[in-house]
Nanobody, 124 residues
């Protein structure tokens, strides 16, 4: 498994933006795809977006298209999630996941490695 480290979460006002980053600790990403999920206490983890490492193809949850952008930086070996026009309902812990071998990888079981998560809190 790959150790993943997320960063970039925090407290932001509604309408603001955040950029979350995911890095593979100590090694390069050796993965077919990387995804982002989010989870609110008491609810199931929700798919947000995924990116195919080889060619940068992206896939988004239908309900989140337009405000979320996933990207990769091969040189920095990171995957980012840009979130614009944040809403209070975006408040959640955001998780990075890797080592998926399917496309699009929409479900938790399709990933082998997970980060610890980064908290995003949006105030109204």
């Amino acid at each position: 498994q790959v150790q993943l480290v997320e960063s970039g979460g925090g407290l932001v006002q509604a309408g603001g933006s955040l950029r979350l980053s995911c890095a593979a600790a100590g090694r390069t990403f050796s993965t077919y795809a990387v995804g982002w999920f989010r989870q609110v206490p008491g609810k199931e983890r929700e798919f947000v977006a995924a990116i195919r490492w080889s060619d940068g193809t992206t896939y988004y949850a239908n309900s989140l298209k337009g405000r979320f952008t996933i990207s990769r930086d091969n040189g920095k070996n990171t995957v980012s999630l840009q979130i614009n026009s944040l809403k209070p309902e975006d408040t959640a812990v955001y998780y990075c996941a890797a080592e998926s071998r399917t496309w699009p990888p929409l479900y938790e079981y399709e990933y082998k490695s997970w980060g610890q998560g980064t908290q995003v809190t949006v105030s109204s």
